[in-house]
């Protein structure tokens, strides 16, 4: 790799198949003998764990929308400084399950509290690192209910915000993918295979080094 690590992050609404491609893509990276670190947040460190109880499974509780962001940009603080950072500077691939973009789409836009004040916000909380690229998997909200539905999953605090917040999620989604050369949207539907391989597809012509000549 011609730098230090590389910074690569899955978004995209509920249940579209930010995991599912995470595993899958993680594996391909061990096959290829690249060191990979992988995690999700809100979490990857105990403190960012504990925020996760508290935001996603205490539906009793209320919590005001600038009390959830900056229990997000909390969780992410502790993320990049016991998660990412080290990754990257041991020179590996860090893999993450969601990152500042769902901050921006669900609270500065789902929740109404301003773009400009989530990204203000959110480098505070990072000291300003960016992922190298967002693949933001896209999928109509209401295929991700059913595939998750099929799961047999319960909606958590936030997943259970209603059609029309999800509608605003996946539509603001799109609007930042489509502004920002340093994300990419991929066609979530099809079968976890036709997925990932779009996804392979992307990081072997935006990064030759080391995925260009790979296959699989
Ligand atoms: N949040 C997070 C914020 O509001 N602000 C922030 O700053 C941050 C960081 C996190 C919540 O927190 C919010 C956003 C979220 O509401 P989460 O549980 O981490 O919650 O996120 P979810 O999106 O809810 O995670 P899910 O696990 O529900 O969804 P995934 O990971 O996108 O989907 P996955 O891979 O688990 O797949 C869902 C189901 O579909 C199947 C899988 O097997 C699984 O059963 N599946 C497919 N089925 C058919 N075809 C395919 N191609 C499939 N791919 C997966």
Do not use: C
């Not at 979490?43 to 996603?56: F, H, Q």
């Not at 993918?177 to 340093?182: I, R, S, V």
């Amino acid at each position: 790799m011609s730098r230090t690590g590389l910074f690569l992050v899955l978004e995209g609404g509920e249940g579209v198949g930010k995991t599912t491609h995470a595993l899958l893509l993680a594996q391909w990276f061990a096959s290829l003998g690249l060191a990979v670190t992988r995690a999700r947040e809100p979490g990857g460190t105990r403190l960012g764990e504990a925020i996760r109880e508290v935001l996603l499974h205490h539906r009793e509780m209320e919590i005001p929308p600038e009390s959830e962001l900056l229990l997000m940009l909390a969780a992410r603080a502790a993320f990049v400084r016991e998660v990412v950072r080290p990754a990257l500077a041991r020179g590996e691939i860090m893999l993450a399950d969601r990152f500042e973009y769902s901050t921006f789409v669900y609270q500065g836009l789902g929740r109404g509290l301003g773009l400009d004040r989530a990204r203000d916000l959110n480098a505070f909380a990072t000291g300003g690192i960016r992922p190298d690229l967002v693949v933001v998997l896209d999928l109509p909200p209401s295929g991700a209910a059913a595939r998750r539905r099929s799961a047999g999953r319960a909606d958590d605090r936030i997943e259970g915000e209603g059609e029309a917040f999800l509608t605003r999620i996946h539509a603001g989604y799109r609007v930042l993918a489509e502004g920002d050369p340093d994300a990419v949207v991929v066609d979530a539907e099809g079968t976890p295979e036709e997925v990932q391989a779009r996804i392979r597809s992307v990081l072997r012509v935006r990064f030759p080094e080391p995925f260009g000549s790979t296959e699989g």
